[in-house]
């Protein structure tokens, strides 16, 4: 009788194998307990003698569902596991979801402020440079031989003002740049828009600008995999008055 690779489940706690939708129960996050000093490979070919050996990856379908076959390499030992294909994006998905509810909520600043923009005077949009960083979750599946994880980073990249007036976005790069006195009136910045006309013709007398940031998310697992996921928008809608005057102090 030939011998077979394990297939990989989950430790021996309630939290049931990697297989199908029980995946949801055992993801934890945070990075795992231990360190892990061994390290995941795909293997690519089973041969019968040692030496070089090429050919496609190795998978099985069991029950409908597609397994992996992976090495795990420890400093003293290695061993073959059957993996569910999908476990990495699934466990990336959950992951996913906790960077979703972690991007720091929107706080923007304008000038002149959002009560008193003016016709043709440039209004300044920016966002503190404290939010604009990158946030990562790791989640993780422990099993028999050891965690699997995936960590998912959320990177801002892009600004976005809807001006609320019919008229297009404006995107710009990086958080924007911070009106000062200093600066002066005549001043420009990429992260700027102009109002062409007063809000008083609305019937709130203000327009309902939008600012976002659009953020690019990936994921990377410890299996040697890994890949881009939808991006994420955070916005903030702010009530703004633009008034007919053509001079006034930001």
Not at 136 to 145: D, E, G, M, Q
Not at 215 to 241: D, E, F, H
Request: charge should be positive; aromatic fraction near 6%; proline fraction near 9%.
């Amino acid at each position: 009788m030939s011998w077979r690779p394990p297939v990989v489940l989950a430790e021996a706690n309630g939290s049931g194998s990697l297989i199908g939708d029980n995946i949801e129960a055992q993801v934890s996050f945070n990075a795992p307990p231990t360190k892990d000093p061994c390290s995941w490979h795909v293997v690519t070919s089973v041969t019968a003698t040692p030496g070089p050996s090429s050919g496609p990856i190795t998978i099985r379908s069991r029950n409908g569902i597609e397994d992996v076959l992976y090495v795990r390499r420890c400093p003293t030992s290695q061993s073959l596991h059957w993996i569910p294909q999908s476990t990495s994006v699934r466990v990336a998905q959950h992951s996913e979801n906790k960077v979703s509810r972690l991007v720091n909520m929107l706080l923007i600043k304008t000038a002149p402020p959002s009560n008193k923009m003016v016709v043709n005077v440039g209004t300044w949009f920016w966002v503190p440079r404290a939010i604009w960083k990158s946030v990562s979750v790791t989640a993780y599946i422990p099993t028999s031989v050891g965690p699997i994880s995936v960590t998912t980073t959320a990177v801002p990249t892009s600004l976005i003002y809807s001006p609320g007036d019919g008229h297009d976005p404006v995107t710009c790069a990086g958080p924007g740049i911070a009106w000062s006195r200093s600066r002066g009136d005549d001043a420009t910045t990429d992260c700027m828009y102009t109002y062409t006309s007063a809000s008083h013709t609305r019937a709130s007398g203000t327009y309902a600008a939008n600012t976002a940031i659009k953020w690019s998310v990936s994921w990377r697992s410890n299996l040697g995999v890994g890949g881009p996921l939808p991006s994420i928008r955070t916005g903030l809608t702010t009530p703004v008055r633009v008034l007919e005057l053509q001079a006034l102090s930001r």
